[in-house]
């Protein structure tokens, strides 16, 4: 009993020690806006989820707003990360891009850990035309407005994002509009990725977003993309880091994997280590909401309506504000290059 009674004690000590001092009011993250970019404000209410995952390296999910009265809609195609092909991983940002009024086409690019990098991008592109093939099969489903095409990626997905966006026609796809990148990177490989991207269309906008503690990819790839993509005017392009703060409790942070935003209803049901490291290490917070989500619809409204280009480029407060802690302490804001 002793022994039982001094494990709880260890227990409940640890424990505690992972909790902020209670002096006071803890103080809180910003939460979710009510309005605007990032914000919790949605056209749409219900979210439509296809299956097409079939366990090939051609698979993808599909997703867009639940209402027959919508008949077509912008696309965004949502790359994962390296072995992140479970939606559930990035359900929070999915359900949010969806709500906004897109449809999200979230490509399956590795049947197992073992695929080739090589292959990812190819498998990408067959994945997208498989999904456009399909939708066009069903007409009462909202049917993409291909010219209203974006791509946002994380991880080696940042990485496959960019090279569709650099050789478009080369893989038989849309050309995008903008390209939306989170802490991209080959990783340990060095397949994968273009040794320059100066041919990449001037007419595209793109921001590129690393986070200040990314022990994987670190800005080896953003700076490739960021300084060989010469054709882009800069006040077109963005690279911005996310930092740290822990003023707060949960302090934000600032590791590689904060653009996953776990969200169990878009779970696949598949596991693998990568996966199970996501869901046990990420949550939703302000992070998502005033940074990849913020920019994501900023910039999206900025490319389709002429609208938020302040807020989605250009070195502004709207651009870098992180919100306020909950005792009114500015949050550390992004750094823009």
Not at 326 to 337: A, E, I, N, R, Y
Request: charged share 15%.
């Amino acid at each position: 009993m002793r022994s039982l009674l001094l494990t709880l004690f260890t227990i409940l000590l640890l424990t505690d020690c992972k909790k902020p001092a209670r002096n006071g009011p803890v103080i809180q993250q910003p939460d979710q806006p009510l309005e605007g970019y990032g914000g919790r404000s949605y056209k749409f209410g219900g979210v439509v989820k296809r299956n097409f995952d079939d366990n090939t390296n051609l698979g993808f999910w599909l997703y867009y707003p639940a209402d027959t009265a919508l008949k077509e809609a912008p696309v965004v195609v949502f790359n994962h990360g390296y072995g992140l092909w479970n939606p559930a991983c990035y359900g929070g940002w999915i359900k949010h891009l969806v709500r906004r009024g897109n449809i999200v086409i979230f490509p399956r690019y590795q049947a197992t850990l073992m695929t080739s990098p090589s292959t990812y991008t190819s498998n990408v592109a067959a994945a997208i035309n498989r999904a456009f093939k399909e939708i066009a099969s069903q007409p009462t489903w909202p049917q993409p407005i291909k010219s209203k095409l974006v791509y946002v990626g994380h991880s080696f997905g940042g990485v496959i994002s960019a090279n569709l966006a650099l050789s478009p026609g080369t893989y038989s796809v849309p050309a995008p509009k903008a390209i939306i990148l989170a802490c991209p990177g080959t990783g340990n490989t060095s397949q994968g990725a273009a040794s320059s991207y100066k041919m990449m269309s001037s007419k595209l906008k793109m921001l590129l977003i690393t986070e200040a503690d990314d022990n994987s990819n670190g800005t080896t790839f953003p700076d490739l993309l960021y300084n060989t993509t010469t054709y882009i005017p800069a006040a077109n392009k963005n690279h911005i880091t996310h930092v740290a703060d822990k003023h707060g409790y949960p302090a934000i942070t600032a590791d590689h994997g904060e653009a996953a935003a776990t969200d169990m209803t878009f779970d696949s049901g598949q596991r693998n280590t990568f996966i199970n490291l996501s869901f046990s290490g990420t949550r939703i917070d302000a992070t998502d909401y005033f940074c990849y989500w913020k920019l994501t619809d900023a910039l999206m409204d900025c490319i389709f309506n002429k609208q938020g280009c302040e807020t989605a480029l250009g070195n502004t407060e709207a651009q870098k504000n992180m919100g306020k802690w909950s005792d009114g302490t500015q949050v550390k804001q992004l750094q823009v290059k």
